[in-house]
């Protein structure tokens, strides 16, 4: 029998060799075609960022007065609501849109997500691989568990993969975090590279948008305070 475990009981205190670390999360839809202009859809940041700007193949827009550079496929400009002292790092991590949506065949042990639910019964989505203790809902992944068909009117996608396999910073972020006129232009400003191989025979890398309808996540890690050791 698994037992949980309540966080926080084995400790208390979380560490860091920064004087003030402040962390940004975020996420956004890449669409290069929407009306918006801006390359992406559905920024998500508790409003702690002013705007993503991605390549576009529309008339660029515009946040705040500022107008999409319109950078070319593949690099991403955020531009956050506050100044910070020194870039630290962050990562990224990528939801690819599905490669088709309305699969009844299942192959053991490949990977699936619930796309529509029809009449499937939750007996018959746990025979397919669905884990115990879930209720059955569209956009669950799971390992298919037999080869054979889904019961009832249910459907699933396949996983799509990654057109971009890396996302770099580019130049020196610390140049460009500390804008002088906040106010007007919002606070600091990183550019980032998303990288992909060329094509299926060829493995290197080149700037690569990831596909319309990936959804990116990305989190950030800034030091608000100008206090420094060995600078840091």
Known sequence: MSVARGFGLNGKSIYVNVAKPIVVNLNFIVDHTNGNGLGIRSLKSNGYVESVFMNTSVTPGVINGVTNPNPIAGYAQITFKNNFNYYLGGFSGQIVPLTSTSTTSLTTGHVYVITTL??????????AGLPPGYTPAVGQAFVAIATASIGGTGTVGIPGVAVSQVVTVVGDPNQ?????????????????????????????LAPTAPADGTVVGMTFNFDGSSVTIDGI
């Not at 029809?118 to 025979?127: E, H, P, Y």
């Not at 975090?177 to 191989?197: E, L, W």
């Open 118 to 127: 029809g009449n499937t019964t939750l007996a018959q989505w746990q025979t």
């Open 176 to 204: 460009e975090i500390n804008n002088a006129n906040i106010s007007q232009y919002a606070g600091a400003k990183v550019i980032v590279q998303f990288s992909g191989a060329t094509s299926s025979s060829v493995t290197t």
